[in-house]
């Protein structure tokens, strides 16, 4: 066996996140050469960027367009709002890709002409392509909550949804919220970043009322008819460790807000008022998608070849993360967009060496939830490309959830994070 073949086995099973692509085929390898253009280092875009100069050893020259300077992880996030964590618990830079080789522009891309293959920044320049990859992440539909529609009103009411200085001016409202207010989550109907992440949040929430303000309120409200993901554990923690503390109210479909007074306003419910409203508005694709015409499905979401995350309308386009048209039962994961990336980055060398794509991709996903700072439960899958149906569907048999939280759970998750923290970013 070559050392290229050896290394590229390696790579492929490194960390916590194993993805098999074409039976552990070798991808294009050291033939592949070629200028690939990255837009977003978060888990997909910073994944691809890695494995690209990995399993090309380097013959391939790419170009990484993001804007800020280090990487703040969603996954553990919830941990800063609880106040088990700070924000340089879950902060990552970007040295260990620049080590690879890889050229890292902090910029925005603002737009893209597919046919002369060409980026556009913000500062002006035009990177040339002949592979672009998009893993921009997701945007928010303000005009679905009209009051929030500026930066003042979003200033007040915050989504946290992307980590950093927002997740920080959360904490800090809790912090300032006298003992006995209530804290509301508005959750948007599915598809959205993370489907267990609201519940994870509303029980860092409650265990830093329950030890700091044992009178204060979580409330709930839910715009799907159910809790997405984990639903039993969820509810046992709100009915049992969460006793008294956390309501929740299903089929909470939020229409507006009214800033000054904290009041969240539904189709068909009567309004709330918090003390703390918090709002993850309905989300779509990153800017770039939509002005890269790779936008496809409902207006919202990329469709793409799973056989190599191309988009199914723009040629030499790629899509990864959450901005994609998800397969069924494949949630808007971190741990999936560094998936989708090895499979992405497997196909590009493929097809700038000419050889054909790898036809039976196998992908994993594994989602932690804190319920605790310490206690975890967990949801894991794993999914295969099925050929007929053209999408991934998940291996009969494969995966489950926790029997119940747990502190060895928790353990886990933190290595989870750390591996793949390792396995995106080193
Ligand atoms: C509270 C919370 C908890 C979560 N917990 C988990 C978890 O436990 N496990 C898990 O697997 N997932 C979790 N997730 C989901 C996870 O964060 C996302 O699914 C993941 O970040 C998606 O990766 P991505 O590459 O699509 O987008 P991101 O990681 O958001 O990366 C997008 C990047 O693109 C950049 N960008 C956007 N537009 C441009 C542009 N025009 N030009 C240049 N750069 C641009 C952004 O700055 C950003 O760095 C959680 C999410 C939240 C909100």
Redesign the pocket.
Known sequence: MSIERRNFLKALCAGGALVTVGGCATPGGPRASGKVVI???????ATAAKYLSLWSNGSVDITV????AE?VS??L??LVIGGSKQLADITVGYDGLRKRGIKIVRD??TAVDPDRRVVKLAAGADLPYDRLIL???IEFLWNNVPALNNAAAQSSILHA???GPQTVALRKQLEAMPDGGVYALSIPVAPY??PP?PY??ACQVAWYFKRAKPKSKVLILDGNGDVTSKGPLFKKAWAEEYKGIVEYRPNHVLTDVDVRTQTAKFETHDEVKATVLNVVPPMRA???AQQAGVITANNRWCEVDFLSFESIKVKNVHV????IQIAPAMP??????NQHAKVCAAAVLQLLAGQPVSPTPIITNT??SFITDSDVVHVDSVHRYDAEKKTFLTVPGSGGVSPAMSAIEGSYAFAWAKNIWADTFA
């Open positions: 837009v977003g280092a978060g888990y997909g875009g367009v993001e804007p800020n990487f969603c996954p996030s919830n925005t891309a893993s921009p992440g949804w992307k980590a970043r993370c992440g994870e949040r990153g800017n770039i990864l993360g959450d901005a808007k994961s971190g741990h999936m967009a989602c932690y």
